[in-house]
């Protein structure tokens, strides 16, 4: 494996007098070279075909795929939602549309859904987007970015989910927001900030940046160097934090083009390991089923006529409850 720093395509010489003596031993087929042309990075095809290599020669044999059984369509033009937990009842937090089919507002706003009795919180962070949601104790928190491509994330904070207080909580003059994600470490919090703007910070957008506190309240920006990644395409972060390591749940552009769930994990937030079962979701027919007795003919029609492999940034319209 090289990258053209020091090994690339002029060590083929090397590699075919090696390959003479491989080849005494019935080895020929063991020894190659691949230059990915990338320096001392480790690029994700790289990454891949070195792990194809070793499984095959070493007879790997990887455990079973985990089974994610998808349960079918919920709602339309409801996409950016975050499941938690408050008061032991399980909640899903919601980014309404201002065009979402039941919202007469003309603006969108944060709601959370009682998912044991279908029942909707009062709307509140009226005319903030791309929200997500994260449980401390007895507080809920909802972190939104002022606009798609904006520059400020206001944190909304209650003991009640009914009663709400707000404050910005980062701002990041010329850079465009849009997705975020937050967990708890062990020192404190980090946000995951998905960001599309400006081309010199991002690289190749859209590109995950991380954000930590100490309180959830006021928030720092980290090195630039906490990334992921600058060379594709990686939107909408889920972010956790287990034994030592952030586990990131993100959107991938493939080829086509088309887009996938991938995971990774990092210790640092800088370095990065990326699961051999990627993607761990993808478009299939089972997204077709409806799991909502209550969307109506019209919508059930709407919803197989515009559901394709692919995903297009704001025209996105369906939300896959995963079982």
Known sequence: MGGNSADGDASWAFVKEARSVYELLGAKDRIGLYNHKAGHTFPEPA?????????????????????????????????????????????????????????????????????????????????????????????????????????????????????WEDRFALQLPGWGLYNTSVCKADNGYIMAIEVGEPKEVVGVPFTIFFAESKDLLTWKLLPQECVYSKEKYTACPALRYLDGYFYMIYLEARPGPTYESHIVRSKDLKGWESSRLNPVLAFSDEDKAIANSKLTAEQQEHQQLRLRPVRVRGKNDHLLQLG
């Open 47 to 163: 990454r891949r075909l070195a792990y194809q290599w070793l499984d095959h020669w070493l007879e790997f044999r990887p455990l079973a795929r985990p089974v994610i059984k998808k349960l079918g369509t919920i709602d339309l033009l409801m996409v950016e939602t975050t499941p938690v937990v408050f008061k032991n009842r399980l909640y899903r937090f919601e980014y309404v549309r201002d065009n979402y089919h039941t919202n007469k507002t003309s603006a969108s706003y944060f709601r959370f859904v009682d998912v044991g009795t279908g029942k909707a919180t009062p709307a509140f962070a009226r005319g903030l987007h791309l929200g997500c949601a994260f449980m401390e104790n007895d507080t809920a928190y909802a972190f939104g970015v002022d606009k798609w491509g904006g520059s400020k994330i206001s944190m909304f904070r209650s003991k009640d989910l009914d009663k």
